[in-house]
């Protein structure tokens, strides 16, 4: 039978607490991360003050969380500027493979099929493209 070593609870301050939290927030590490980098023993320690001092709903247990691949839940919680500035970079690029698309599809129209779009007829069809999605 193998001796079993003496496990030591560490205290960490507020500061710590915070630095960390934010950190996650910020989408810089996962909680699984921040327990790695920092040495923090607990399997739901960085959860636990997530939970009590952050911003975003922290509601899904550890192994949810982690049976789902993801690092936190924002459904009710308001976005840090941060996380608002990513997700409207995220859509900016959606936005603009979704441009480039419609200008190749104009170009292969007028180039093989000699169908000529005005800007006025474009900007219509794109209008309607917007609408329907």
């Avoid at 810089?28 to 040495?39: F, I, L, W």
């Avoid at 997700?87 to 292969?108: G, S």
Wanted: net charge positive; glycine share 6%; no cysteine.
């Amino acid at each position: 039978m193998k001796p079993i070593g003496k496990r030591t609870q560490q205290d960490y301050s507020l500061a710590f607490k915070l630095a960390v939290v934010e950190q996650v927030e910020k989408g810089e590490m996962t909680y699984q991360q921040a327990q790695e980098r920092y040495g923090i023993q607990g399997h739901s320690t960085v959860l636990v003050w997530l939970r009590k001092h952050g911003q975003l709903n922290w509601s899904l247990g550890a192994s949810e969380l982690k049976g789902k691949g993801i690092a936190m839940s924002q459904s009710s919680s308001p976005q840090t500027p941060e996380q608002r500035i990513k997700e409207l970079e995220q859509q900016l690029e959606e936005t603009q493979l979704k441009a480039d698309f419609f200008e190749a599809v104009v170009k292969v129209m007028d180039r093989d099929f000699g169908v000529r779009l005005s800007k006025k007829r474009k900007a219509e069809l794109l209008r309607k493209k917007r609408f329907q999605s």
